[in-house]
């Protein structure tokens, strides 16, 4: 299944030749979920199995870095950028 962001305003998807990654909520951690649902900013969001998250909306601290792993890996602890700031550190 193709997965697009469901952050307010992003039209990222995933596609093979794209190197953005996409990620689940944290349904493990209730807390955090609902802060990665406030950043999100959409009114009345339904959350499924199939929602996710692009790694635009976070920071480079957000990542753990692993010897010879081939895709980013979020820190456990992570949540998500505001989603207005993460657009106004987006270059032109």
């Known amino acids: 299944m193709p997965y697009s962001c469901v952050a ?5 998807r995933a ?3 794209q190197s953005t990654q996409f990620f689940r909520f944290p349904h493990s951690n209730e807390e955090l979920m ?5 950043a999100i900013k959409r009114k ?13 909306h976070f920071t480079n601290d957000d990542f ?9 890996l979020l820190r456990l602890d992570t949540t998500v ?3 207005h700031e993460c657009w106004s550190l ?3």
């Open 15 to 17: 596609s093979p030749e």
């Open 44 to 56: 009345h969001f339904k959350l499924s199995q199939y929602s996710r998250i692009c790694s635009d």
């Open 81 to 83: 950028t505001d989603i």
């Open 64 to 72: 753990q870095i692993l010897p010879n792993a081939n895709r980013l």
């Open 90 to 92: 987006r270059p032109t």
């Open 8 to 12: 307010y305003g992003c039209a990222n």
């Open 34 to 38: 609902k802060k990665w649902i406030e």
